[in-house]
């Protein structure tokens, strides 16, 4: 079984900064496709960023390519989502998720998918003030 835990949410100016934490507990070793979601009030639940293989790839959506970056530490069972120049559309629940079976190029394509992921984390409060 997987367990998602998420933290560093809050509430920032717009311009301001936050890094956002998923800590993970995984029952083997493999690779996996990881990525962060966020949702707003009334709003679908929406991809932000993707990684696998140990950070080598990474995916943006195009409104937070430039601004965000995903990073992985795998000896540390950490997923980190660092977010600069915060503007209020980013404000939002936001939610690490990961898959059940081994990651692969095949996630390139498919990252963005929210049902391609098993398991969720409860989600980090992010709100940004103009």
């Known amino acids: 079984q997987v367990r998602l835990v998420e933290s560093g949410g809050g509430s920032v100016q717009t311009g301001g900064s936050l890094t956002l934490t998923c800590s993970y507990s995984?029952?083997?070793?493999?690779?996996?496709?990881m990525a962060w979601f966020r949702q707003a009030a009334g709003n679908e639940r929406e991809e932000v960023a993707g990684i696998y293989s140990h950070g080598l790839r990474a995916y943006y959506a195009d409104s937070v390519k430039g601004r965000f970056t995903i990073s992985q530490d795998h000896a540390e069972n950490a997923l980190y989502l660092r977010m600069d120049d915060l503007k209020p559309a980013d404000t939002a629940m936001y939610y690490c998720a990961t898959i059940r079976t081994a990651c692969g190029s095949w996630f390139r394509e498919q990252w963005g998918h929210r049902r391609l992921y098993h398991y969720w984390g409860q989600g980090t409060q992010v709100t940004v003030s103009s």
């Open positions: 995984v029952d083997d070793d493999a690779s996996r496709c």
